[in-house]
């Protein structure tokens, strides 16, 4: 895939995950964020998918109705966003996300749902090291604890997100095929 290619898909892919964000924003921990990464690694790439994650955090995560990210937090937002791409290059490259029906979207919905876990036990660790007072394992424990409501609505969402719209998307931008070359296996 060429250079202008590759750019014009992570900056599309981006820019709907930050729209689709604020537009979700009054329902925490419910976002398309984490399906597009999958989907832009899964089609075009883990540099594809790897790059939607990180720039779609730099700019949600500092321009928020919420507030900013601190620096750090800002790094392990993105760098805990980049399991969704790790995960949808991964299933590409051992062809888990073929096929089609309910067993594909199980599947996916499984994958999106354990990714969820992963990034809120990284996100969740580190806010209760830096922003807790108290012993270290307190913190962790108190913060993973308290994080308990907001994982479980991101991973349940994430679920329906990867079985519901997920497959959908992967199925239309591989219709479109020739338009958009969707990278085969092989490339990578």
Same mark, same amino acid.
């Given at each position: 895939?060429? &250079?202008?290619?590759?750019?014009? /898909? ?6 709907? %995950? $930050? !729209?689709?964000?604020?537009? @979700? #924003? ?10 597009? &990464?999958?989907?832009?690694?899964? /089609? ?6 790897? %790059? $939607? !994650?990180?720039?779609?955090? @730099? #700019? ?16 392990? /937002? ?8 790790? !995960? ?101």
């Amino acid at each position: 895939m060429n &250079v202008s290619r590759k750019v014009s /898909l992570i900056a599309l892919l981006t820019a709907v %995950s $930050v !729209a689709t964000d604020y537009l @979700l #924003v009054g329902v925490p921990n419910v976002k398309l964020m984490d399906g597009l &990464v999958f989907l832009g690694a899964n /089609l075009f790439g883990f540099e594809v998918g790897g %790059s $939607v !994650a990180i720039l779609s955090w @730099l #700019v949600y995560g500092t321009i928020n109705p919420y507030g900013s990210a601190t620096p750090g937090l800002l790094l392990v /937002l993105m760098g805990s966003e980049t399991t969704y791409a790790l !995960a949808g290059w991964g299933m590409r490259r051992l062809n888990l996300a073929v096929g089609s029906g309910m067993s594909r979207r199980v599947v996916l919905g499984f994958v999106g749902f354990v990714c969820a876990a992963i990034y809120d036990f990284i996100t969740n660790v580190y806010t209760g090291i830096y922003f807790y007072a108290g012993p270290i394992w307190n913190r962790v424990v108190y913060s993973l604890i308290m994080g308990i409501p907001f994982s479980i609505i991101h991973e349940v969402s994430d679920f329906l997100v990867f079985m519901l719209v997920v497959p959908v998307l992967i199925s239309a931008f591989t219709r479109l095929g020739s338009e958009v070359k969707v990278e085969s296996v092989a490339t990578h």
